[in-house]
């Protein structure tokens, strides 16, 4: 069974204190790592989608990573407006057919930066 | 683009009560998901649909649950009969498979109260 499991479940930080949010993961294959970013009162937005072991994305103060176990998200420098739960989700190959199946979301890491 | 959109924003209803929650995904894409989110649970998938076909409801906790996919530009969820249980926020995503993985498009959620 393909789990997601994320850490810190809550973290606050202060404005310009750079920190890592981490994502362990267990799946038969991976096709891919998806991190995606929610506001209270509404749907995830979607951020980075990595592939393989070793991958980094960027974009703006948030950074990805991807090893065979686990993705980090490093934010450097943030600011209030980062302030969100950030949700990490792990896309698998179905063994049958070798296509890409559905995402399962791992619980989140609710990250609050104070000015 | 709207974007995924759904309706209602908000639904109260009684136990017992039959509810319809409405999404409309984004022109052009071919999958749709129906997800539910707890604090329980978080994100849970529901069921989906690849070009207007359901292909997977396991996640649909019960016969109460049922959802519908009449042409690529609507689908429905509906409850019948509603329990306190169902109370959740319900999300609708949207995604275009031809040519890649992308990350799902959210909509904004209708939060479910079944009192």
């Known amino acids: 069974e393909d789990q997601v499991t994320q850490s810190p479940e809550a973290l606050r930080l202060q404005e310009g204190e750079s920190s890592s949010l981490n994502c362990s993961y267990t799946v038969s294959g991976l096709r891919g790592l998806f991190w995606y970013r929610q506001d209270p009162g509404k749907g995830p937005e979607f951020l980075f989608t990595l592939y393989s072991a070793g991958e980094e994305k960027e974009k703006e103060r948030l950074k990805a990573t991807l090893t065979k176990k686990e993705s980090f998200l490093h934010i450097t420098a943030p600011k209030p407006e980062d302030s969100a739960t950030y949700l990490c989700a792990v896309q698998p190959y179905a063994a049958s057919s070798g296509s890409a199946r559905q995402l399962t979301f791992g619980s989140g890491t609710q990250l609050t930066v104070l000015p | 683009d709207a974007g995924v959109i759904q309706s209602p924003r908000h639904e109260v209803t009684e136990m017992g009560q039959e509810v319809t929650l409405r999404c409309k995904p984004i022109s052009g894409h071919n999958s749709l998901f129906w997800y539910r989110q707890t604090m329980m649970r978080g994100l849970e998938l529901l069921i989906y649909?690849?070009?207007?076909?359901?292909?997977?409801d396991s996640g649909m906790p019960e016969d109460r649950f049922s959802a519908k996919m009449p042409n690529a530009s609507f689908s429905t969820l509906k409850i019948q009969p509603s329990e306190p249980r169902d109370s959740a926020v319900y999300f609708c995503a949207s995604r275009d498979t031809g040519g890649g993985y992308y990350g799902y498009t959210f909509g904004s959620g209708t939060r479910l109260t079944v009192v």
């Open positions: 649909f690849n070009n207007n076909v359901p292909i997977d």
